[in-house]
């Protein structure tokens, strides 16, 4: 079954950590562009970073300094480093893959998991 699945979400406090994984299955992330979305109550899902298959960041002016995405292509996964959250980091985050167009067209979203941010 090809998929996304994220997991690491839960409660924290502001000023704590988490770390979000995106782990897929069915087919290797080496050709895919990765990038977190979220999307909170009464919001549009909005991107909040994004990594090429070549390992260039890039991050929303509000997390950068505090959020740090990283790619590990030997276990097929994908991490979301949050770091000093805020209450307004509360979201559900999707993970959504983009296969690079020199080897396809395919695109893959997960889930989800919620985040919460919370004293």
């Known amino acids: 079954q090809l998929q996304l699945v994220e997991s690491g979400g839960g409660s924290v406090q502001p000023g704590g950590s988490l770390r979000l994984s995106c782990a897929a299955s069915?087919?290797?992330?080496?050709?895919?562009?990765i990038s977190w979305f979220r999307q909170a109550p009464g919001k549009q899902r909005e991107l909040v970073v994004g990594i090429t298959n070549g390992g260039s960041t890039s991050y929303v002016d509000s997390v950068k300094g505090r959020f740090t995405i990283s790619r590990d292509n030997a276990k097929n996964t994908v991490y979301l480093q949050m770091n000093s959250p805020k209450p307004e980091d509360t979201a559900v985050y999707y993970c959504y893959a983009n296969e690079r167009p020199a080897y396809g067209s395919n695109r893959y979203w997960g889930q989800g998991t919620q985040v919460t941010v919370s004293s």
């Open positions: 069915g087919f290797t992330l080496d050709y895919y562009d």
